[in-house]
């Protein structure tokens, strides 16, 4: 049991890091170093990478060493795939389940990142993004749409696309899109807000688009 905690909080833990850029995408993971760094034995830090390379965040090179993953074009486009499959449906069913409370929260949320988009603090907008999409997907309370957002890892596209993305608009773009989001969300709106999320996807996909010269419909 004591085992297994470890475990999940140095997987936890693992997971930020690389989300964070504080395990860069190529870096080589060395054990030792690593669970020095943790504050746990190589048990736990070996199962927490086995979880890790499961879901495509490291990866092995037998008889090699372990790497952090580096994100390809696809893999970025299948991100924002499963992003456009589960957060419109998530707006709606945050809406109808928990909306009034939800829609103060992201308005706050909301207002933050105007903050940062105007300061241009562009890791701070991310992070604070994040939080925005992640609170109506946790809204949902549909369990298992929580767990398939999880594994997709949308944390990770901040370490490059979108920062490729708000080099290509302004900041207070993305803010504005949030905003009808959050309209949405507080007038009850439920086919609304799954529309306003999914608008403000196939936004940043229509960037993504720009930056990479490819064409989702042609990958999907």
Known sequence: MIRSVISEKAYQKLRRMIYRGQLPPGSRIVER???????????????????????????????????????????????????????????????????????????????????????????????????????????????????AYECAHVQILDRGPAQAIRAINPPTKYVDEHGKIVDCIASGDAEGAERAASDHIHSAMKDLEKIFGVQFDEVF
Do not use: C, W
């Open 33 to 147: 170093d690593l669970a020095a760094r943790l504050g746990v034995s190589r048990i736990p830090l070996r199962e927490s990478l086995a979880r890790l390379a499961a879901e495509g965040l490291v990866r092995t090179i037998p008889n090699s060493a372990t790497y952090v993953a580096d994100l390809s074009t696809n893999d970025i486009l299948e991100i924002y795939s499963m992003r456009l499959l589960l957060e419109p449906l998530a707006a709606r069913l945050a809406t109808l389940r928990d909306g009034k409370r939800l829609a103060k929260q992201l308005d706050r949320l909301r207002k933050q990142m105007a903050i940062h988009a105007k300061e241009v603090d562009i890791p701070k907008l991310n992070e604070v993004e994040y939080q925005f999409h992640f609170a109506i997907v946790r809204a949902s309370h549909h369990s298992r749409l929580v767990r």
